[in-house]
């Protein structure tokens, strides 16, 4: 429980994040989406994505979860939103379409490097 507790910071600048992002990423993709309920999905997926980030912090710090295990996905993520928006082809991209991309990327690099990771430890 008190792994919970320590992410609790992280979690409401996720909810606070959230919040402001994803209404302005409705916006610039000409959404119809209400703002009370654009802010409100915003809050929540921030409040749990926010949560899960301050858990693999702590984790990390501790030495409970492997760095490499923390960083792949942040750079998968990060190298293929950077990639789509360079792209000439691709930089008329919607938001949603890029964040839904990036965290498919974030994913893979989080098996990838769960798994190199284990193959390490053997």
């Not at 992002?21 to 409100?40: C, E, Q, R």
């Not at 749990?48 to 490499?68: D, E, F, H, Q, Y």
């Not at 998968?76 to 789509?84: E, I, K, S």
């Not at 919607?94 to 990838?112: D, P």
């Amino acid at each position: 429980m008190s792994v919970y507790r320590d992410s609790l910071q992280y979690a409401i600048l996720g909810a606070s994040a959230g919040a402001l992002l994803l209404p302005l990423v409705d916006y610039l993709d000409n959404s119809i989406t209400p703002l009370h309920y654009s802010a409100a999905i915003g809050a929540a997926s921030g409040f749990v994505l926010g949560g899960g980030a301050g858990i693999m912090i702590n984790s990390t710090s501790n030495g409970k979860i492997a760095p490499l295990t923390v960083a792949l996905p942040t750079l998968t993520a990060g190298g293929t939103a950077l990639v789509l928006k360079a792209n000439p082809n691709t930089s008329s991209m919607s938001y949603k379409r890029l964040i839904g991309v990036t965290t498919i990327a974030g994913i893979a690099g989080l098996l990838t490097g769960v798994v190199l990771q284990n193959q390490r430890d053997r």
